[in-house]
């Protein structure tokens, strides 16, 4: 897995490549934390996510909970179906803030 991070009007942006797993799960939860510490404004790019796992959603349900608790947000934008159909399953479609 591979995350770029772009900057811009208040908004951080997180590029996310690859797979999103037991492994690589703690980087994407260590990068969406530091974001936050920077910035109230999220934004997680899921165009080249071809997977998640349960480990990889706890890393977003973190995300969220900490976008809540600054009264801040995070949103996911360009989910591929494979991926959004983990999210629709498990529930979190309605958790999450996807575009």
Known sequence: MNIVTEKGDGVIT????????????????????NAFMKTGSLVLDFAQVEYISSAGLRALLIGEKTAKGKGGSMKLI?????VMSVFEVTGFSGILHIE
């Open 14 to 33: 997180l590029k996310v490549e690859g797979r999103v797993d037991t492994i690589t799960s703690p980087i994407l939860q260590e990068a969406i934390l």
């Open 78 to 82: 360009h989910v591929a179906a494979s």
